[in-house]
């Protein structure tokens, strides 16, 4: 999931946001060109998305931290009781 998260981000937001947004050195934007974007909608769907992307997937990351949690757990429950 995160490298189809990269790969998306890579080619479908950072791509645009290069055409959409003045660039300056450093990779700086004038904040107030943002809020204009925002407020007209140009990045109003790229935001959405990525809200929508993290708020959908949260909920089974963390469900996944959990249960490796609980793995590594029996893992090394195992390991000690293989020394005893």
């Given at each position: 999931?995160?490298?189809?998260?990269?790969?998306?981000?890579?080619?479908?937001?950072q791509g645009p946001l290069i055409?959409?947004?003045?660039?300056?050195?450093?990779?700086?934007?004038?904040?107030?060109?943002?809020?204009?974007?925002?407020?007209?909608?140009?990045l109003r769907s790229m935001i959405?998305?990525?809200?929508?992307?993290?708020?959908?997937?949260?909920?089974?990351?963390?469900?996944?931290?959990?249960?490796?949690?609980?793995?590594?757990?029996?893992?090394?429950?195992?390991?000690?009781?293989?020394?005893i």
């Amino acid at each position: 999931m995160t490298e189809y998260h990269q790969k998306f981000v890579s080619e479908s937001i950072q791509g645009p946001l290069i055409m959409i947004l003045n660039y300056k050195k450093g990779y700086l934007v004038d904040s107030d060109e943002v809020i204009v974007k925002v407020e007209d909608g140009v990045l109003r769907s790229m935001i959405n998305w990525q809200t929508n992307f993290f708020e959908f997937n949260r909920p089974r990351t963390e469900m996944n931290l959990t249960q490796a949690e609980e793995l590594i757990g029996i893992i090394n429950r195992k390991k000690l009781t293989k020394y005893i």
